[in-house]
C-alpha cells in the first residue's frame, strides 16, 4: 500500500547496449534536450554541483561551508549526492546495472574530488565496463567543475590494485572522453571566496550567536548577493532567513547603519532595478548601505514611498537610517 504513495518514475526499459563512442555522443544529446539546450544543461548541472556539495556540508547542522572542515567519509559521499541530486534534476529512469538509464543505455555516475597529476582521478570498477559513465569534478575554492561522459570499455582503465580492482581512467580513457563542460563556473560558495570575512563571521560560537553571526555577514558582505544556503550556515537554524528580516532581524537592528536587506518581496524591486542589482529568489538577500541622494548625485538612485531619492552608500560614508519603500 505504501508503495502506492511513491512518486511515478520513468520506466527502465530493456538494456539496448553501446555498440560506439558515437553511442556516448547520442546520450550528451539527450541530456542536452532533457535540459533544455547547451547552455541550460550547463547551467543545471553546476546547480546539481553546487547542491551535492552543500549537502555533504551540512551547514545548517554544522557551520561547515568547505571541504577541508569534512572527514574522509563525508568527501566520499559527496559523490553519492551528486548521483542522486542528478538524477532528480533530470528525471532519469534507473539503470539495470548502473545508476541510470539514457535512451536505453546504462550510465553510470561517477565524481571525484581528488586529482592525479593533472586530471582528476575517478574510481572506476570493472562492473561498469562497457557501459557510458558520467564523470565529474569540482572544485569549490576555485569556483570550477567539469563533466565529460565516456564509454568504458576495456583498455581504458588502468589495472586496479585495490580489493574492488577499481581503477582511474587511462590516457586512451581520457581521450575518449566527451567533454560536457570543462571548467565551467560553479554556482559562488561567497564564504568560502571570502575567508578572511567568513573567518570573522563564524568566530561567533555558541547557542545564542546565530544572529550576531548573521549581523557580522551582513556587515561584511554588503553588497553581495546571499544564498538561503549561506544564510542558514551562519545563522545554524532552520529558520535562518528570518534572522534576516524584520521583528528582531537584521533589517530591524541594522536600519541606524543604512542598512536596507533587500529580499525577494515585490517592494525591493524598484530598488534592484534602478541599482542594476540581481533579483535575490525566495530565501536570498542583499545586505545594502544606502544613502540620501542629492540632486547632483552622480549614482543611480530609487525613490522611497515619500518621493525622497536615495543611492547606494559610498565606501567609509557614515549612514544613519533607511527609508520606507512604496508597498
Excluded at 33 to 59: E, I, P
Excluded at 212 to 236: D, P
Aim: proline letters at 6%; one cysteine or more; hydrophobic letters at 35%.
Amino acid at each position: 500500500m505504501l508503495l502506492q504513495l511513491q512518486p511515478l518514475r520513468p520506466v527502465t526499459e530493456a538494456k539496448r547496449s553501446v555498440e560506439s563512442d558515437d553511442d556516448v555522443a547520442a546520450v550528451r544529446h539527450e541530456l542536452e534536450r532533457l535540459a533544455g539546450g547547451n547552455a541550460r544543461l550547463t547551467k543545471r548541472l553546476g546547480r546539481v554541483l553546487r547542491r551535492a556539495l552543500d549537502r555533504s556540508y551540512d551547514g545548517l547542522a554544522t557551520g561547515r561551508f568547505h571541504l577541508a572542515q569534512l572527514s574522509k567519509t563525508e568527501k566520499a559521499h559527496t559523490g553519492s549526492l551528486f548521483e542522486i541530486e542528478l538524477q532528480k534534476e533530470f528525471d532519469l529512469a534507473d539503470g539495470h546495472d548502473t545508476d541510470y538509464q539514457i535512451l536505453g543505455m546504462d550510465v553510470d555516475a561517477k565524481y571525484t574530488h581528488s586529482r592525479k597529476g593533472s586530471s582528476p582521478a575517478w574510481m572506476i570498477g570493472p562492473e561498469i565496463e562497457g557501459n557510458i559513465a558520467l564523470v565529474a569534478t569540482a572544485d569549490d575554492y576555485s569556483s570550477t567543475w567539469s563533466a565529460w561522459l565516456v564509454w568504458v570499455t576495456r583498455g581504458r582503465r588502468n589495472v586496479g590494485d585495490n580489493r574492488d580492482a577499481k581503477a582511474n581512467l587511462n590516457q586512451a580513457g581520457r581521450d575518449a572522453r566527451v567533454p560536457i563542460a570543462v571548467d565551467a563556473l560553479l554556482p559562488p560558495n561567497v564564504l568560502l571566496q571570502r575567508p578572511d570575512d567568513a573567518y570573522e563571521v563564524m568566530r561567533f560560537q555558541g547557542e545564542r550567536m546565530g544572529q550576531k553571526r548573521v549581523l557580522e555577514l551582513c556587515r561584511r558582505f554588503e553588497g553581495t548577493l546571499l544564498s538561503r544556503t549561506t544564510v542558514v550556515t551562519v545563522a545554524k537554524q532552520l529558520d535562518g532567513p528570518k534572522r534576516m528580516r524584520g521583528n528582531g532581524g537584521a533589517r530591524m537592528h541594522l536600519a541606524d547603519e543604512g542598512f536596507l536587506i533587500i529580499g525577494n518581496e515585490s517592494c525591493y524591486d524598484p530598488v534592484v532595478k534602478a541599482l542594476g542589482l540581481p533579483s535575490p529568489k525566495r530565501g536570498e538577500f542583499i545586505p545594502l548601505r544606502v544613502s540620501p541622494a542629492a540632486v547632483v548625485d552622480p549614482e543611480p538612485s530609487f525613490k522611497d514611498a515619500h518621493g525622497k531619492r536615495w543611492r547606494r552608500a559610498r565606501h567609509g560614508e557614515h549612514c544613519t537610517g533607511v527609508p520606507t519603500l512604496p508597498a
